[in-house]
C-alpha cells in the first residue's frame, strides 16, 4: 500500500482513495498507533492520509 501511495504521490496525485480487506489495518491507517510501536509502513500510511 505504501509503495501505491508513493508512486500516486510522485505522479502527482494528491486525493486518492484506499481499499483494503485488512479491516484492522485500515483501522490503523485511520486513527494511527501508539507511538512506542515497531510499524514504519503504517507510520508512514497515516501520515500521509488526511484527517478529514
Known sequence: M???L???WVQG???VE????NALL?????N???TCNNYSEIRLI???CPKD
Open 6 to 8: 508513493k508512486l500516486a
Open 46 to 48: 497515516h501520515d500521509r
Open 18 to 21: 484506499l481499499e483494503s480487506d
Open 13 to 15: 496525485f494528491r486525493q
Open 32 to 34: 494511527g498507533l501508539t
Open 26 to 30: 485500515i483501522d490503523i491507517i485511520q
Open 2 to 4: 505504501l509503495e501505491g
